[in-house]
């Protein structure tokens, strides 16, 4: 499942995937919420204000790339890591 909005305020919700076991709500401003079922959803903390690009799951962990060359990853979809891949900053 894939939604998209163009022009969307920072912290609103520009782009939902399904990854792992969950719905996983991308917005700007490192807007990311969380949701088992799709009706009741979690604000999670991802430790950056980079806007959100997509989500996958990947060997057991959800992987979320920002707009500016970072990688996040989760095994459980609330505690997050993030990894900077040198020359995709842009």
Known sequence: ???????????SPIRVVWAKDRF???GRG????????GAEWRRENTGT??????AIAYRGRIVITTRDGSILTSG???TWSA???PGLTG
């Open 1 to 11: 499942m894939e939604e998209r909005a163009a022009g969307a305020p920072e912290g």
């Open 24 to 26: 996983v709500a991308l």
């Open 30 to 37: 490192g807007l990311l919420l969380s949701s088992p079922d």
């Open 49 to 54: 204000r980079e806007d959100l690009a997509d």
């Open 76 to 78: 459980d979809g609330t």
């Open 83 to 85: 990894v900077k891949l």
